[in-house]
């Protein structure tokens, strides 16, 4: 057998660019709360971790797929190498750099944990959802555990020594997770017996470390129905006075459609009475809120999710379409002795090129904006920063989390399409990554909350968040860019299509307070998803038009020749292209709701086809 070889590919190029041109992180590192961190530090640990992808997750990718894990005698095995890998990963400290350093952590700025998540997981996504999801565990601990919570717990998981999960979803009640019967009997001293049976848990068992700390949403004997009635534990796999197991049997493991080098399990939890879980803090009934927590990193985390796959994709097409020869140029396609040339000299590969790459950096760029939101709120507040402008700054994470999480779920799966399009046959093959970067990637717009769920969750919750001054913020955000830009050659057009979009948001955000107020609560339903893809066709075309400006400017000064001239031409071209092709959709789209169009909702259960009859 040939020895496995990493073929992901990373655009550091563009990482620097938007940390250090585009969004600043300079002016935060050297002061709380990052004042050991420098621009060479950044810089040192993004190469750093870019090579031990390279060498450490990228040759696993295609060797998890192949083998995927096997459920034996009641264990899951993982894939060869990956027990190296996680050894290597934590020796390495590189899961640790945002956690902060009572918790064994390095204590950096959330941005660059966030670029180096991607390289990560682009790399091996079904890999690095072992210690991503083991992070997200430690952090609710954190932050609502008890002292001695965090201190037994908080400082294994952010080394590797044990592993996490969050155990939500049960086998009747799917995404309804306040239909959860899990039950947790109290037996004194913040323990229960928890019994009850979670589906579709993200590395559920694995050989990986020495337990793993299950979260699970349950509840108590005297709860009321519905999610207000669901607390949080805290259930080992096996106990934690190493007598053996806790009674959590990992029933079955799931066959997917891709990231099989992750095994997402059935278990059940206390099929002989005897498994043990403790409350995480000390009241009941916060299970939801506790878990909201975890489960918005997790959403950040799926947005990058996507990101990572789809700049794993554009870039292999992109590497291809150099290399493949095929076809004379399109000038001169009468001419049989015209020679042939690489496919990227064709213009229809290059317009799939160009919108993957708008599309790509876009979403990259929407990403640290959000985490750009969330270290300044931190710096904020270790410096004791004023309560409005910290206000601001949380309010734009909780508006822009379900948009990141949705589209890029949904775009990094169109990206690894149309790669494989670059491809032609050769991508529908096992030969080239790409097939496996669309099969691994279709899951990112599923769980996590489905992205309606994710639309819901804006349309419903996020725009109305502080009487809708988090939205308002953002549209006037736009404004102020769009009238400081008037100056830029070539823009105007855009700029317009950018106010008319905005607008157009605005516009149909007003919509859904009216529907609710009429009770026209069936059309929030069905036109979610469509506001949610607007706001982020919108969002994505206002941080690739900013960054276009920043490369634009750079460009006047350097020479022809000058290595950097071609990515800040490249970035400006791709910004025009999207924001040109995106923008005016936006505006359709608010056409469209006001229109109020309800043929799916009107047609006849029987009216969408005829089942059973030959």
């Known amino acids: 057998m040939s020895q496995p070889v990493n073929r992901y590919r990373c655009d550091l190029r563009d990482m620097r660019f938007l940390l250090f041109e585009q969004f600043g992180l300079g002016e935060l590192l050297g002061k709380p709360p990052f004042a050991d961190w420098t621009r060479d530090d950044v810089l040192a640990v993004l190469d ?58 390095q204590g950096g700025p959330m941005t660059v944990s966030i670029l180096t998540g991607e390289m990560m997981s682009g790399a091996n996504t079904a890999f690095n959802m072992y210690p991503g999801l083991t992070q997200g565990v430690a952090e609710v601990i954190a932050a609502f555990g008890t002292p001695a919570q965090v201190e037994a717990y908080c400082k294994k998981l952010h080394t590797g020594v ?84 806790n009674d959590v049997i990992t029933q079955s493991l799931e066959h997917k459609m891709g990231i099989n080098g992750s095994a997402t399990a059935v278990l059940r939890f206390g099929e002989n009475g005897n498994c043990i879980g403790e409350l995480v803090g000390t009241e009941e ?90 270290d300044r709120t931190l710096a904020l507040r270790a410096s004791g920063g004023d309560e409005k402008e910290i206000e601001y700054h949380a309010g734009q994470v909780d508006l822009l989390v379900p948009v990141v999480k949705a589209y890029a779920s949904d775009q990094g799966f169109q990206v690894t399409v149309s790669a494989i399009q670059c491809f032609g046959g050769a991508g529908y093959i096992k030969d080239h990554p790409v097939e496996q970067y669309c099969r691994d990637s279709k899951i990112f717009s599923i769980y996590e909350g489905t992205n309606h769920i994710q639309a819901l969750d804006l349309v419903g919750r996020k725009l109305g968040q502080r009487g809708g001054a988090n939205f308002q913020a953002m549209l006037a955000d736009i404004r102020r860019f769009v009238e400081g830009s008037r100056e830029e050659a070539g823009l105007g057009p855009a700029l317009d299509r950018l106010q008319a979009a905005a607008d157009a948001l605005g516009q149909s955000a007003m919509r859904f307070l009216g529907w609710f107020q009429a009770g026209k609560t069936e059309l929030i339903g069905l036109y979610a998803n469509r506001f949610l893809e607007m706001m982020a066709q919108t ?61 799916s909702l009107d047609i006849p259960d029987a009216g969408f086809g005829v089942l059973g009859q030959t």
């Not at 299950?214 to 004997?221: K, N």
């Not at 290399?323 to 001169?332: E, F, L, S």
Request: glycine share 12%; hydrophobic share 40%; with cysteine.
């Open 285 to 374: 009934r916060l299970g939801m809120k506790q878990m909201f927590r975890m489960m918005n990193l997790a959403r950040i985390g799926v947005g990058i999710q996507g990101l990572a796959v789809a700049g794993a994709a554009y870039l292999a097409a992109l590497e291809y379409a150099g290399q493949r020869v095929q076809g004379p140029h399109i000038k001169a396609w009468k001419d049989p002795s015209a020679p042939k040339v690489p496919i990227l000299q064709h213009p229809n590969i290059r317009r799939m090129l160009l919108d993957m790459k708008g599309r790509v950096e876009g979403i990259r760029a929407l990403i640290v904006k959000l985490s750009m939101h969330l």
């Open 162 to 245: 044990y592993a996490g999960t969050m155990c939500l979803t049960e086998p009747h009640a799917g995404s309804d997770v306040g239909a959860a019967h899990t039950r947790a009997t109290p037996i004194g001293d913040g323990k229960y017996k928890i019994d009850g049976t979670k589906i579709f848990i993200s590395a559920g068992d694995h050989d990986l470390t020495e337990n793993i700390l299950h979260l699970v949403l349950a509840r108590t004997p005297d709860a009321p129905a519905g999610t207000k009635g669901l607390s949080l534990f805290i259930v080992p796999r096996d106990r934690l006075d190493g007598s053996g197991s």
């Open 48 to 105: 750093g971790v870019y090579q031990w992808s390279c060498e450490v997750l990228g040759p696993l990718n295609a060797v998890g797929d192949r083998e995927g894990c096997v459920l034996e005698n009641g264990a899951v095995r993982t894939p060869t190498g990956f027990k190296q890998a996680w050894k290597s990963l934590y020796e390495h400290g590189w899961r640790g750099l945002g956690v902060p350093p009572e918790h064994g952590g």
């Open 539 to 599: 969002t994505v075309s206002w941080v690739l038009l900013e960054g276009g400006i920043v490369a634009a400017r750079a460009a006047r000064d350097l020479p022809e020749d000058h290595p950097d001239r071609a990515f800040y031409v490249g970035k400006h071209h791709a910004a025009l292209h999207f924001a040109h092709l995106e923008l005016p959709r936006v505006v359709d789209g608010a056409r469209f709701m006001s229109e109020e169009m309800r043929h």
